[in-house]
């Protein structure tokens, strides 16, 4: 498989992955989020130790003040109990935070006590610190309090609510505590923060000593959520199944749509190679006639691509310009609808000016849903068919040509016949006045001259008579070894002084390379100056400058033969037509000279052939195989 078709394949994994990324991402954001709030809840709580460390030293010290003005009032006064209780500071002090008020001489004997009874306050049990001043002269006063009532009263409420205030000493024993349910270790682990306090806490009242390592310990009450909070984690748990199940669908679906593209692909691939091998030409057209659709074969045979054709209205490139009105108006039946089911000819141009004949068959172009969107045309290339056609009506119409010249040569033959005696006759009535002139002993050269070339005249056309009739009848030339030029020369010889009389110039141009052929020499004349006497005939239209151009050379294994004029050319007409028998523009011809001509021509094996002069004039040439002997020699 190529690596962009696994891409493809796999292109329903994107959102997947995408959305696992996203997860990913969020869930980081989340922990980094809670890291940044453990921190900040960290910075809080050492603050908030701070602060309560601060409060608790200034309540220390506002007691220490309260005993030291204590002392400056009990001085120089007999030390008793009475005098203590009577003290309003002392009853202050009592109900603040002090237990115990105690006044000892200076050998450290208690000389007077308040509360008399010790173990009134809950708060007697435990650990006790103390608080002494000086009382003049020689007295001490020592003042007990318990730690837990100084928390309790120097911990400001919000933090009291907020954490567990601890005192803690170096064996990490709770000295005292700000709550009277402390947390359990079940509970787990919170955050705690734990700051020095020493200075102001005082164990014993005898001596100086502080309690050293006692430490103030904050422990937040409510446990900090743990890195990820489990909202995020059940939106992601959520998350994840129904982004795996879109998944699959998604894939499920891009599986079915590639299966419906594969088909669709094979399907149109089966389509145009239907289309394609077609030998039917095939286009879709709608009620406009603008090509929807052509296949392969209807390019081909107009010669045009597809890009080219799809979209034209008519009138279309392939119809031949001269047609057009009528293509037009055949067109316009056509999208109507009476188009004739059996199919209809047409005449079309190849884009090489090729023309063709189609048959063509049209049919209703229906859409998917049944509505009918234009017309389906199918089309066969009848060309060839037709020149078939062609070529069987001229072997018909050749066939008739030739019974004609049968009944012609019958006619010939019966003509040669009766021409025959009145021939015979001149030439013996010749012959006689000839004796008898000699007798009466006339030596007149002109009247004798004159009679000789009566007799050889007569007896000329007494041959050509006969040939004639001879090659109608049988249909085979004589085959003599002649040289063309000769044959030419004897040709213009008999035409030379008509010519003259028309004022036509004659120009030769015989080549002495032609080799002898095999041919029948008399009929080969005919075949000349019937051309000759035709382009002569056809310079009748001209006024002057009349000329006739003969001419001979060799053209391979052929000779060929030219006779040439400056008239007014054939105007259109081909060959075929001009040797059809009987077709004559002359008011006295007869139309069978190039009928016989190429007759002639064609029973050498010779091919007759008549086009147009670079100047307008007609040319006619006809070209007659060398002998084999003229070939190899
Ligand atoms: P005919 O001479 O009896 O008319 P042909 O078969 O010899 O019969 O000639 C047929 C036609 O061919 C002529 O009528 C003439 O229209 C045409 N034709 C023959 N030769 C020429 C030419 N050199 N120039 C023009 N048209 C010619």
Request: aromatic fraction near 4%; charge should be neutral; hydrophobic fraction near 45%.
């Amino acid at each position: 498989m190529k690596p962009r078709e696994i891409l493809s394949r796999s292109l329903w994994l994107a959102p997947l992955v995408l959305s696992l990324i996203f997860v990913g991402g969020v869930l980081a954001w989340v922990r980094a989020n809670g890291v940044e709030e453990q921190e900040l809840q960290r910075q809080t709580l050492i603050s908030d130790a701070l602060s309560a460390e601060v409060q608790l030293r200034a309540r220390i010290d506002d007691e220490q003040t309260y005993l030291r003005q204590l002392a400056a009032g009990l001085a120089g006064q007999t030390p008793s109990s009475a005098v203590l209780a009577a003290h309003p500071e002392v009853n202050a002090g009592l109900r603040r935070l002090w237990l115990s008020v105690t006044w000892l001489d200076a050998r450290n004997r208690v000389l007077a006590e308040v509360p008399e009874q010790a173990g009134a306050n809950r708060y007697e049990d435990g650990l006790s610190l103390h608080l002494t001043a000086r009382v003049a002269p020689d007295g001490v006063l020592v003042v007990r309090y318990a730690p837990a009532l100084l928390l309790k009263r120097g911990v400001p409420w919000w933090l009291a609510r907020k954490y567990d205030v601890q005192l803690v000493d170096s064996a990490d024993q709770v000295i005292a505590s700000s709550t009277d349910s402390p947390l359990r270790a079940a509970q787990g682990p919170r955050p705690s923060y734990r700051i020095a306090l020493p200075g102001p806490l005082r164990a014993s009242p005898l001596t100086e000593a502080t309690l050293a390592d006692a430490a103030l310990e904050l422990t937040l009450r409510e446990p900090v959520p743990d890195g990820v909070r489990p909202l995020a984690l059940v939106l992601v748990a959520g998350f994840l199944p129904l982004i795996a199940v879109a998944s699959w669908l998604l894939r499920r679906q891009m599986r079915q749509v590639q299966r419906a593209e594969v088909t669709g692909r094979t399907e149109a691939a089966w389509r145009r190679a239907m289309e394609d091998s077609a030998l039917v030409a095939l286009r879709a057209r709608d009620f406009d006639g603008r090509l929807l659709y052509v296949n392969r074969t209807f390019c081909d045979m107009v010669g045009l691509p597809a890009e080219q054709l799809v979209g034209l209205v008519p009138p279309m490139p392939y119809w031949p310009p001269d047609a057009l009105d009528e293509l037009t108006e055949r067109n316009r039946r056509n999208l109507a609808g009476h188009a004739p089911r059996e199919g209809f000819e047409a005449r079309w141009r190849h884009s090489s000016g090729r023309l063709l004949d189609v048959m063509v068959f049209e049919s209703p172009l229906v859409d998917a849903g049944g509505r009918q969107i234009g017309w389906m045309g199918s089309i066969i290339d009848i060309t060839e068919r037709k020149q078939l056609e062609e070529r069987e009506r001229r072997q018909v119409e050749t066939l008739a040509h030739n019974a004609r010249l049968t009944m012609l040569g019958e006619v010939a033959s019966t003509l040669a016949h009766e021409l025959n005696q009145p021939l015979t006759a001149i030439a013996s009535y010749g012959a006689g006045v000839t004796n008898s002139l000699a007798k009466l002993g006339v030596q007149d050269e002109l009247v004798l001259g004159a009679l000789q070339r009566l007799g050889q005249q007569a007896a000329h056309a007494g041959r050509i008579v006969a040939r004639i009739r001879e090659f109608l009848t049988r249909r085979e030339p004589r085959h003599e070894p002649c040289d063309l030029n000769e044959v030419i020369s004897a040709a213009l010889d008999l035409l030379k002084r008509d010519l003259q009389r028309r004022g036509i110039a004659l120009e030769l141009a015989l080549s002495p390379q032609v080799p002898p052929v095999l041919a029948d020499a008399v009929l080969i004349e005919q075949v000349v100056i019937n051309l000759v006497r035709n382009a002569a005939d056809a310079l009748l239209a001209r006024e002057g400058g009349r000329r006739i151009a003969v001419g001979s050379r060799l053209a391979g294994d052929f000779v060929r033969i030219d006779v040439s004029d400056n008239g007014p050319g054939l105007q259109g007409r081909r060959i075929e037509q001009l040797c059809a028998p009987f077709y004559s523009t002359k008011a006295e011809g007869m139309g069978m000279g190039l009928a016989i001509c190429r007759s002639i021509v064609e029973a050498h094996q010779g091919i007759l052939d008549a086009s147009d002069t670079a100047s307008g004039g007609a040319l006619f040439s006809f070209s007659l195989p060398l002998s084999r002997e003229s070939v190899h020699g």
